[in-house]
């Protein structure tokens, strides 16, 4: 006897093994005008706050609730990795990847955000790692194992070397396809996604540094202007 045939809630389109009908209508789900009639009585029957201090109260919740969805979404980080470390910056992509520093983050949550990351061919190592850090891949075949040191591979795959290095950061599990889709890298300075960048590396969010001067000198516009009619 199949699941539905049981519930009785829907029909089956097939024929039970068992010849069982589903007879009793009445529980079957309601149509759409009905929906909207049980949402209406269901909103009705809400003691919605009267007062004003039950309403700012109310709003409170609300606001709390905005915030915490404000939590769940995912930021454009733009990074500039010209002149950076490789193994430092791939720790710090990382933690973007996966969303760590966010107040709701677990580790079985995907709630990272997405990376863009400009000028992967400008990246420094320390030391002598240019010339003595090496990349092994095999074709699979017997004598076929490749070798290349940093400056060779980066050459031939000017992003390859980042995001190697990421991916190696990020837990082994199945997340870490998923997270790996928000990285985007690219060699040099364009990337078609300035539209989307909402957080800069160097300088903070986007945007943040023009509003902190706007306020200050519009506070500094304030002072000068009280500070006479005060002496007066």
């Known amino acids: 006897m199949s699941v539905c045939c049981i519930l009785g809630f829907f029909k089956c389109r097939t024929k039970p093994v068992c010849g069982f009908k589903a007879r009793n209508t009445a529980w079957q789900l309601p149509s759409q005008q009905g929906t ?4 209406g009585s269901a909103f009705a029957s809400l003691n919605l706050p009267a007062t004003i201090e039950q309403r700012l109260e109310f709003q409170g919740h609300i606001s709390t609730m905005l915030k915490t969805g404000l939590a769940y979404g995912r930021v454009w980080h733009l990074v500039d990795a010209k002149d950076k470390v490789l193994g430092k910056l791939a720790q710090r992509i990382s933690i973007a990847l996966r969303g760590k520093y966010k107040p709701i983050y677990q580790p079985s949550a ?38 290349l040191t940093y400056d060779k591979f980066a050459a031939e795959h000017p992003t390859a070397p980042l995001k190697k290095a990421v991916y190696g950061m ?29 957080k800069d590396y160097e300088n903070g969010a986007a945007g943040e540094v023009e509003q902190i001067d706007n306020a200050i000198e519009q506070s500094s516009a304030v002072q000068s202007t009280e500070t006479p009619a005060k002496n007066a």
């Open 36 to 39: 909207r009639q049980i949402l």
């Open 170 to 198: 990020l837990p082994k599990n199945n997340l870490r396809k998923e997270q790996m889709k928000r990285l985007y890298i690219f060699a040099d300075a364009d990337h078609p996604y300035a539209a989307n960048i909402m």
């Open 110 to 147: 995907d709630c990272g955000d997405y990376v863009v990351v400009v000028n992967a061919r400008h990246l420094a190592l320390t030391g002598k790692k240019m010339e003595q850090k090496k990349y092994f891949w095999h074709s699979g075949y017997p004598g076929g194992v490749t070798e």
